[in-house]
């Protein structure tokens, strides 16, 4: 897939996700490693259910499912991604350090939908706090709304 469109500044269209460039090339890749995979799979296997004398049935392939699911979301990753060179900036594929009103910090990479799990540190952009962090900057402060009550951080790094 063609690289996709690099902005200069911190202003993208709203459907669009912006990303390190490595975060492009790493999605990309896993888009052709997914897409062998699904091929070769092809989501389905035949097999023969008990009762049938002749006529095979398609069984659904769970793996070949869940690759296909998980190729769908990263090609849709792909068409809304645009490339920000902005290191200053907390885009997908950077982590971010965010220090709570107690002192206590906490670090979050930010992933593609789909990709977030909290308890090891990722959070997806369409997550509360991946989208309050979000196209933001070092010192700025944010409001995340999440399921368990707002709380508000300053992010206080950028990787």
């Known amino acids: 897939m063609a690289l996709a469109a690099t902005v200069d500044s911190t202003t993208w269209g709203p459907r669009q996700w912006p990303m390190t460039r490595d975060a492009w090339e790493r999605l990309d890749a896993e888009a052709s490693r997914l897409t062998r995979d699904v091929i070769t799979t092809d989501g389905y296997v035949t097999g ?3 009762g049938e004398a002749d006529a095979p049935s398609f069984v659904p392939n769970i793996v070949g499912q869940q690759r296909l699911r998980q190729l769908n979301t990263v090609r849709t990753a792909l068409e809304r991604a645009v490339v920000l060179d902005a290191p200053e900036v907390a885009v997908i594929g950077h982590r971010v350090t965010l220090r709570e009103a107690d002192g206590s910090t906490s670090v979050y990479a930010l992933v593609i939908p789909g990709d977030g799990d ?7 952009v369409d997550s509360p706090v991946g989208s309050a962090i ?8 944010v409001t995340i709304a999440a399921p368990a009550g707002t709380w508000s951080a300053t992010v206080i790094g950028i990787d």
């Open 118 to 124: 909290p308890r090891n540190g990722s959070v997806s």
């Open 48 to 50: 023969r259910l008990d």
């Open 134 to 141: 979000l196209g933001r900057r070092t010192g700025d402060l």
